[in-house]
């Protein structure tokens, strides 16, 4: 068994997750797979559904596998958080070098939205972790409300939806 050094470890995952995206993609095309490849952008969710005001639900313990979008960089990234494009290769081998070695890194941002969570800050950090197969991430996790509709006696008067009870 060869043993790599840091430096060539980050590079070769690098270009592993390159790959699984590329293969991800193309076996779209070849499959006439009409669905999206990449990742589902939370600005579209709160634009059809009216996201609002953001509580701070605290820092948890999020699965990884539940973290499905992105609030602002869901094209660098595919459905499964391999990165999309090679301009993303410094920052995503630093935070596969910070991993290798065990450092601790900040929580990421995460807004919730029922049972799905999507990347405010640390796009890279879920994409690395998504990489070596972690199941669990810290976050800190906000929470938007989305109006619902209640039909009263004087027509529809909006609600807002009950704040979820665990993350």
């Known amino acids: 068994m060869q043993y790599m050094d840091i430096e060539e470890q980050v ?3 690098f270009i592993r997750a390159r790959r699984r995206a590329f293969l991800r993609r193309m076996g779209a095309r070849l499959r006439g797979d009409s669905t999206r490849t990449g990742q589902r952008s939370f600005e579209e969710i709160r634009k059809v559904e009216g996201a609002y005001n953001r509580v701070r ?3 948890k313990a999020v699965p990884v596998g539940k973290i499905v979008g992105s609030v602002g960089r869901h094209q660098d990234f595919d459905a499964t958080f391999m990165p999309a494009k090679s301009s993303l290769r410094a920052r995503w081998k630093r935070m596969d070098r910070a991993f290798h ?3 601790d890194l900040p929580p ?3 807004h919730k939205r029922g049972d799905e969570y999507f990347v405010e800050d640390g796009n ?3 994409s690395v972790a998504r990489f070596h197969g972690v199941e669990w991430i810290d976050a800190e ?3 938007s409300c989305v109006p619902e509709t209640r039909v009263g006696q004087s027509g529809a008067e909006p609600a807002t939806a009950d704040l979820p009870t665990a993350a």
């Open 57 to 59: 639900l605290g820092i």
């Open 124 to 126: 890279h950090r879920v």
């Open 11 to 13: 590079d070769a995952d």
């Open 101 to 103: 070695r065990g450092e």
């Open 141 to 143: 996790v906000m929470y």
């Open 108 to 110: 990421v941002a995460l």
